[in-house]
Nanobody
Framework: QVQLVESGGGLVQAGGSLRLSCAASGSIFSINAMGWYRQAPGKQREWVATITRGASGASTSYTDSVKGRFTISRDNAKNTVYLQMNSLKPEDTAVYYC?????????WGQGTQVTVSS
């Protein structure tokens, strides 16, 4: 089992920044990838970013709407993944969920609210 705890959400004005954190604990040795999803009111959950662990180092990927504004990173010593969000827009408002897994998304956090005001 793996436990994920997110933090760092809040209210910010458009153009501002927030950094989300996701601390992992438990049986994390089998985890190959960590990621972030988000769910806005009345919409389906949407993939945001992924960071994977590979032989040549970590690789990252992003949904098109956040490329150039969001950065996913991880601190292996702290078992924590981050999502740095810059140039935030009102359409980024959502509950953000951290997830991880060895082959697919096996574990999810409880979510943290991000609200961007115009």
């Amino acid at each position: 089992q793996v436990q994920l705890v997110e933090s760092g959400g809040g209210l910010v004005q458009a153009g501002g920044s927030l950094r989300l954190s996701c601390a992992a604990s438990g049986s994390i040795f089998s985890i190959n990838a960590m990621g972030w999803y988000r769910q806005a009111p009345g919409k389906q959950r949407e993939w945001v970013a992924t960071i994977t662990r590979g032989a040549s180092g970590a690789s990252t990927s992003y949904t098109d709407s956040v490329k150039g504004r969001f950065t996913i990173s991880r601190d292996n010593a702290k078992n924590t993944v981050y999502l740095q969000m810059n140039s935030l827009k009102p359409e980024d408002t959502a509950v953000y969920y951290c997830c991880c897994g060895s082959n697919g998304w096996d574990y999810w956090g409880q979510g943290t609210q991000v609200t961007v005001s115009s």
